[in-house]
């Protein structure tokens, strides 16, 4: 099964949202650490945001703070987690594919750090026009 599965991506018109879902499983979202990063086209992958699950301890990256939200909910029996993020006043230089990550192991600070990852989603696209 596939671990993590975004959605809510789509094409938006500049100064709108979109919140963005991120489904895990609960052997890789219980006391983890997760974050949600973005590649727009001929660049590096950035983190924007990251997540410890256990505590819900939330760190953004300096040039997402402001418009970009992280929330994180559960099923009550604990199989269904999800991880969203809502980008709000959506701009042109938001398009890219947006990635859902979780790490492996616990470590005792999450980072939006690429290579910090072990599981990735297949990604959802958002395109924003001016």
């Known amino acids: ?21 991120c489904v895990a499983h609960a052997y890789i979202y219980r006391n ?8 727009a086209p001929g660049k590096e992958r950035e983190g924007i945001v990251s997540l410890y699950t256990g505590s819900g301890t939330v760190a953004y990256a300096a040039s997402f703070e402001g418009r970009f939200t992280i929330s994180h909910s559960s099923s009550h029996d604990l199989v269904t987690n999800t991880v969203s993020l ?30 910090d990852y072990d599981y990735w989603g297949q990604g959802t696209q958002v395109t924003v026009s001016s």
């Open 1 to 21: 099964q596939v671990p993590l599965v975004e959605s809510g991506g789509g094409s938006v018109q500049a100064g709108g949202s979109l919140r963005l879902s």
């Open 32 to 39: 983890k650490c997760m974050a949600w990063f973005r590649q």
């Open 86 to 115: 809502e980008i709000t006043n959506l701009k042109p230089e938001d398009t890219a594919m947006y990635y859902c990550a979780a790490k492996a192991d616990w470590v005792p600070a999450c980072s939006t750090s690429r290579s």
